[in-house]
């Protein structure tokens, strides 16, 4: 290699436009995760060595929308996932978080040199319009990987939107190829809407459809100095939280009240439609999301964005101690019945599922035994509860959990697990994972079903399942692994030492690993 090779170190990475356009032609990138760092690595290129100062805008744009691009693959990696996240999506998203931050310090770094550069100063609007981009775009990440905001990230926000309020450029409509013009105040008021959302509790299809939305209504909200009547949704420009709501009158300066009625009236207009039979397609919901998913999101969203706190019907109470909790579905019904579980299959039973593992391990692998480890309780920190639910908190390492997953859950002082479904979780900036638990109507009884016609390909063999006695003159409901349900199917279910052919009648609700449904008895089986 000849030193001319090397180039000093005043030297920009990119000049000017061209250049950029040549180093995207150039850079073949394998993944997302390689482009992410290949942008992380040139943004720190131009901030050591910046070009000039408009050339430096123009690169910025240019590379604005690959980068996104990089980074909607990369969510895709972490958003959703069980948590706490294994090291693999851990990495994915702390390198989405790195590159939202490198292209907020280009933007900042423009937006301050805007004041005593005067070529920056008309495009001023812009630099203050992509700098809240970025942070925005930061806290979304986030809470697509159910992460706790860290309270800088939040000042920043705030921060960024009182600039452009002050500078009066909260309104200005800024464009960009490719793309709707866009305001300050809309970027702004669509991280609100994201944290009202309260994407905990949202499934990941649920959170990609809240965030489409909120981006098409977020310039429908207004942010006012004063409330009326008994108060709204408020947020401190000079705190370090989102909106919450406020009462009318609370004073200071800072504090701006997010006026969600033009949204809440979009979102009135579409649920009467959807239920005259409108598609979602048509009312700007989306190919991708059914009538009845939109419905129920829709009414959580409006909610979410306009409701005022209204009284529990369960009210919580804070309370200390241990809960004992317990996460796998085999283990679960281990831990209940108190003994280890037999399919009890025939000696004939050899599906092609067998076979491969014979294949594989030189021997058939139960699926459904249980590990030694999984049978010992995690020990949660219990924070409040109700009649329906429980608040609970790990510290320490443990099992991976997911949205609307099944748990046994057992309060201390209490002599028996009851089933429960994860309803929201986060991890705090600690580390530690907060979760919502609800409680499943009715005293779990462990049972085993099969399929109660088994052809010579099914095995036949009894699985796992619980029993939901409910109130007298209630239908029965069964809880039932993932996947089992198809209305109208009939099982052998054993229970107690009895056995008894049922049918499935109504699936209730499904969750992350299991289905719970209503059944008829149909009679004893010998």
Avoid at 479 to 491: A, F, K, S
Wanted: proline share 6%.
């Amino acid at each position: 290699m000849q030193h001319s090779d090397f180039l000093p170190a005043s030297r920009p990475a990119l000049v000017d436009p061209g250049s950029c356009d040549k180093w995207l032609e150039r850079e073949r990138f394998t993944d997302c995760h390689h482009a992410c760092a290949a942008f992380i690595g040139l943004l720190d290129e131009l901030e050591d060595a910046p070009p000039q100062a408009a050339a430096c805008v123009l690169i910025l744009e240019k590379l604005r929308a690959p980068m996104h691009a990089a980074l909607d693959e990369q969510s895709r990696r972490f958003a959703g996932k069980a948590l706490p996240l294994v090291p693999a999506e851990d990495a994915a998203f702390a390198r989405s978080c790195d590159l939202w931050l490198a292209q907020t310090r280009a933007w900042r770094r423009l937006l301050r040199a805007s004041w005593s550069n005067a070529e920056l100063a008309p495009d001023r609007a812009r630099l203050a319009l992509r700098t809240l981009e970025c942070i925005a775009g930061l806290l979304t990440t986030q809470l697509s990987a159910r992460r706790a905001i860290a309270p800088a990230h939040w000042r920043w926000l705030h921060q960024g939107y009182a600039l452009a309020e002050s500078e009066n450029l909260a309104e200005v409509e800024v464009g960009a190829e490719g793309s709707p013009n866009t305001t300050c105040a809309a970027v702004y008021a669509h991280a609100l809407l994201m944290q009202l959302a309260n994407s905990a509790a949202l499934a990941q299809r649920e959170f990609v459809w809240a965030r489409r939305w909120a981006r098409r209504w977020a310039s429908k909200v207004r942010l006012w100095r004063s409330a009326e009547n008994g108060g709204g949704l408020g947020v401190n420009l000079e705190g370090e939280a989102g909106a919450q709501w406020t009462p009318a009158g609370t004073p200071g300066a800072a504090l701006r009240f997010v006026d969600c009625a033009l949204v809440a009236r979009s979102i009135r207009s579409r649920l009467q439609k959807l239920a005259e039979g409108a598609g979602p397609d048509t009312l700007g919901l989306g190919k991708d999301c059914p009538p009845l998913a939109a419905q129920e999101l829709l009414n959580t969203l409006l909610h979410c964005w306009s409701d005022a706190p209204q009284s529990r019907q369960f009210p919580r109470r804070s309370t200390t101690g241990e809960t004992e909790l317990v996460a796998s579905f085999a283990g679960i019904h281990q831990t209940i019945a108190g003994t280890a579980f037999s399919g009890e299959g025939a000696p004939w039973d050899y599906s092609r599922q067998r076979v491969e593992q014979i294949q594989v391990f030189q021997r058939v692998v139960d699926t459904r035994a249980v590990t030694p480890g999984a049978l010992l309780p995690e020990h949660w920190q219990s924070q409040d509860e109700s009649a329906n639910g429980f608040r609970l908190r790990r510290g320490a390492a443990g099992v991976r959990l997911a949205h609307r997953q099944l748990l046994a859950i057992r309060p201390g002082g209490a002599s028996q697990f009851i089933l429960c479904e994860v309803r929201w979780l986060a991890q705090e900036q600690d580390g530690s994972i907060s979760i919502g638990a609800k409680a499943l109507p009715g005293l779990p009884e462990p049972c085993s079903i099969r399929p109660a016609k088994a052809s010579p390909l099914q095995s036949g063999i009894w699985t796992q399942a619980f029993a939901l006695p409910l109130s007298k003159g209630l239908a029965p409901n069964l809880v039932l692994p993932i996947g089992w349900y198809q209305q109208g199917r009939e099982l052998d279910l054993k229970q107690s030492g009895e056995q008894f052919r049922i049918r499935l009648e109504e699936l209730v609700e499904r969750g992350h690993d299991y289905q719970r449904a209503r059944f008829t008895a149909l009679g004893p089986r010998g």
